[in-house]
């Protein structure tokens, strides 16, 4: 970030090895993505696998989880690292958010240690990529009434249903797929060419345009008893992993509203109006000053999340206020920043509108604003309105 977005002096509360790490990161986004992402979005294409190993190569994949090749990093550095990334844009981080957060979490959280011996080390280096597939075409805000089964045929299961917007799904090894049993809900490790299981990609995205989004359909999928993870019972099993991916947007999505708000600064204090900078004029001193003052209130509230969460200490409706808190604001700066760049904030030369449009996907994905207000009202009221 300029120094001069840093109005609270956060820099200072970061470990050297919190710093060096959102460096490198940074630099990697300097390096591998900021000069093609423009291109990638406006072709709704993304070398996604190739960035995998690159990504691998530093750690970032599974970067807070121990073990199997995982780099074993705090909550604060993955955090940082997930800023970087979106500052790039939104649809790199949701690819190591995928791959770490909901994939790899799973399966390190819930799976057997064959599973974790199979599936981790390979995709901690992107080699191999995993999807996490629990929205169904009629099921998203609720997916309790999920409609995909799995049934057991002998020793076997039998998976059939269906998945939809699912990232990374077209070109994933594996899917985590959450099915309905007879015994409630289970997750199961379903590697991709598994016959009776296809993949399509969803075109025409206006949003996320930088990262493979499809639909999974599951005919008649057979899978041996050992493919089920064997620690997930209940939806709780996947709500776990959504407060894992929710933690990394908290921060995330401000990489993308900072990136806003350090190209409309550059943009306002040398384009001129009026004979003076249009940073000159109090109107957009007054939207530049709300907006910083936003953006550093959230990554105080990062931070906060980040340092309970390496503490052992951070509940899932404190990831909720954190998402709710950080998309809304990010979302509200871009919007704002796009209109000091006049014209130009409508232009791919320009990320302000790409990252706008990328945040209003981050805001509806693990968790709509909505189910995240209705998350802290139950914690405010102790009274549940889902139902
Ligand atoms: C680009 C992209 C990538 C995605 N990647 C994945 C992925 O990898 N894996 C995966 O499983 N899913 C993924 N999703 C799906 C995402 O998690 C869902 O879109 C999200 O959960 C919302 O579900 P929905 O779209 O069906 O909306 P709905 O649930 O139909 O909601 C529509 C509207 O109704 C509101 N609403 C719903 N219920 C209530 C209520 N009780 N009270 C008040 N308002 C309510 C919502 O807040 C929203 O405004 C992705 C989505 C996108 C756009």
Redesign the pocket.
């Given at each position: 970030m300029t120094a001069a977005l840093d109005l609270l002096d956060l820099d200072p509360s970061l470990t050297d090895e919190e710093r060096q790490i959102r460096d490198v990161v940074r630099h990697l986004v300097d390096d591998l993505v900021r000069p093609h992402v423009a291109d990638w979005y406006e072709e709704g294409r993304v070398p996604a696998r190739e960035l995998a190993r690159e990504f691998g190569k530093l750690g970032l994949l599974g970067m807070h989880l121990t073990g199997y090749g995982c780099a074993g990093a705090s909550a604060v550095a993955y955090g940082l690292a997930c800023q970087e990334l979106e500052a790039g844009d939104s649809g790199l981080r949701?690819l190591v958010s995928?791959q770490g957060s909901?994939a790899m979490y799973a399966i390190w959280r819930y799976g057997s240690e064959e599973q974790k011996q199979r599936w981790l080390p390979s995709m901690a280096t992107g080699e191999a990529i995993g999807?996490?597939?629990?929205?169904e075409p009629d099921?998203?805000?609720?997916p309790a009434s999920m409609a995909t089964r799995a049934r057991r045929d002998g020793n076997d299961w039998l998976l059939n249903g269906g998945?939809m917007?699912?990232?990374?799904a077209p070109i994933a090894d594996v899917a985590v797929i959450w099915a309905r049993t007879d015994s409630g809900v289970r997750g199961f490790a379903v590697p991709m060419d598994t016959p009776g299981v296809t993949a399509r990609e969803i075109h025409r995205?206006m949003?996320?345009r930088a990262?493979v989004?499809g639909e999974i359909v599951l005919d008649d999928v057979r899978l041996p008893a050992d493919a089920q993870l064997p620690e997930a019972a209940g939806l709780k099993a996947p709500l776990s992993c959504l407060t894992e991916a929710r933690y990394g947007i908290v921060w995330g999505s401000l990489g993308a509203a900072r990136d806003c708000l350090e190209t409309t600064l550059a943009y306002a204090t040398t384009r001129t109006q009026f004979g003076r900078p249009i940073a000159g004029f109090q109107l957009t001193q007054a939207k530049l000053a709300d907006m910083a003052v936003e953006l550093v209130k959230g990554q105080l509230l990062a931070l906060h999340l980040g340092r309970l969460a390496d503490a052992g200490r951070l509940r899932p409706d404190q990831v909720s206020v954190g998402k709710l808190n950080n998309v809304r604001e990010a979302l509200a700066i871009a919007r704002q920043c796009r209109t000091i760049l006049g014209a130009n904030g409508v232009s791919g030369e320009y990320p302000v509108m790409r990252h706008a449009n990328n945040l209003e996907?981050v805001l509806?994905?693990?968790?709509?604003?909505?189910?995240h207000q209705?998350v802290v009202g139950q914690r405010l009221t102790g009274l549940s309105?889902?139902a």
């Open positions: 949701s995928v909901l999807c996490f597939g629990l929205t099921h998203g805000s609720d998945k917007w699912i990232t990374n995205k949003s996320l990262s989004t996907s509806t994905y693990e968790g709509t604003s909505e189910i209705l309105a889902f």
